[in-house]
């Protein structure tokens, strides 16, 4: 996909966010002291949250995830943006639906104790 594509891409991600997406940014990331991004390009992925301050990406994983060629594509995506020098945080829908403050409280800690 070459970075027009990318960008526009992520533009359409931003507009069509998932309810856990949404929740986590509106009712957290959004206004967090340390800047975050959503639908954030990096390299040839693009990340559902990334913080460049706390070298953090977010992810949060729907029901696809949960199998084996889900699994398998999530190790490669992590494996490559690890060699960018990011750590990679992955949470489940429902742990975003159902312990909102926990998943908040994991993403606090990470980003004050890596910034």
């Known amino acids: 996909m070459d970075s027009k594509c990318h960008l ?3 533009r359409q991600l931003r507009r069509d966010m998932t309810d856990e997406e949404r929740h986590l940014w509106y009712c957290f ?3 967090y002291p340390i800047k975050f991004y959503k639908q954030r390009p990096i390299d040839k992925y693009i990340a559902d949250f990334y ?3 706390a070298h953090l990406v977010i992810e949060l994983d729907g029901s696809q995830h949960y199998f084996p060629k889900g699994q398998n594509y999530d190790a490669i995506r992590s494996a490559c943006l690890e060699k960018h020098g990011l750590y990679v945080m992955r949470f489940t829908n429902p ?13 606090d800690t990470y980003v004050k104790k890596h910034t």
Do not use: G, P, S
Not at 95 to 107: L, S
């Open 8 to 10: 526009t891409h992520a």
């Open 29 to 31: 990331l959004r206004h």
């Open 51 to 53: 913080c460049a301050a």
């Open 95 to 107: 742990e975003v639906k159902q312990k909102f403050d926990a998943v908040c409280e994991q993403i």
